[in-house]
């Protein structure tokens, strides 16, 4: 079993900064692609930032410039920098990650978390 926790979500006003993290524990092998989404009220989910193991990033048009994503292989982490923040930022923001079980697995297997609010408005 493999469990997926975000923090660092919040209140801020626009123009402010919020780092987000990602933790993944259970049986895990390794990681391969860690990435952000979110999903605003009567929205689809959508790709916000993703990462892969061997650290190349791939963005949104709508965050390039302003969002950082980045992640640590050895603590099965990741985080996700966010700077001048829009009110088009709100909505929860989930992390996804793909779990490679065993060092003999072939497949590896998607997990979400639960989610962490982001809300950005004056």
């Known amino acids: 079993q493999v469990q997926v926790v975000e923090s660092g979500g919040g209140l801020v006003q626009p123009g402010g900064s919020l780092r987000l993290s990602c933790a993944a524990s259970?049986?895990?092998?390794?990681?391969?692609?860690m990435g952000w989404y979110r999903q605003a009220p009567g929205k689809q989910r959508e790709l916000v930032a993703r990462?892969?193991?061997?650290?190349?990033?791939d963005y949104a048009d709508s965050v390039k410039g302003r969002f950082t994503i980045s992640r640590d292989n050895a603590k099965n982490t990741g985080s996700l920098q966010m700077n001048s923040l829009k009110p088009e930022d709100t909505a929860i923001y989930y992390c996804?990650?793909?779990?490679?079980?065993?060092?003999?697995?072939?497949?590896?297997?998607?997990?979400w978390g639960q989610g962490t609010q982001v809300t950005v408005s004056s």
């Open positions: 996804n990650v793909a779990v490679v079980p065993y060092i003999s697995s072939i497949s590896d297997y998607s997990y």
């Open positions: 990462i892969t193991s061997g650290g190349s990033t």
């Open positions: 259970g049986s895990i092998s390794r990681l391969n692609t």
